[in-house]
C-alpha cells in the first residue's frame, strides 16, 4: 500500500520515484519521533525536503539532523558538561 501511494504521489507532483529514498525518510521520521516529538516527524520530513530542494544532499542532511535528534533532550541539544 505504501508503495503504491508513493508511486501515486510521485506521478502526481511530476517526481522520479527513483530519487525518493523512502527507507532514509521513515527512518529519520523514527529517530525524531523517539528523540524528540511524535509531531516533530512530519516536520522533519518537510524540513529535509526544503533543503534537498535547495541542493544538500539527502543522505548529509538527513544524518546531521538524526546526529541532531540523537542528543536532543527536553527541548533543547544535549550539551557535554564542562
Known sequence: MLEE???????????ERRDVDRD??????????????????PLTAYLLGLAVGRGTPARDAAARITEMAEGWKDGRKDEAPA
Open 5 to 15: 501511494w508513493m508511486e501515486a504521489v510521485c506521478l502526481e507532483l511530476g517526481l
Open 24 to 41: 532514509l525518510v521513515l527512518d529519520l521520521a523514527r529517530d525524531v519521533a523517539h528523540g524528540v516529538a511524535r509531531p516533530g516527524a
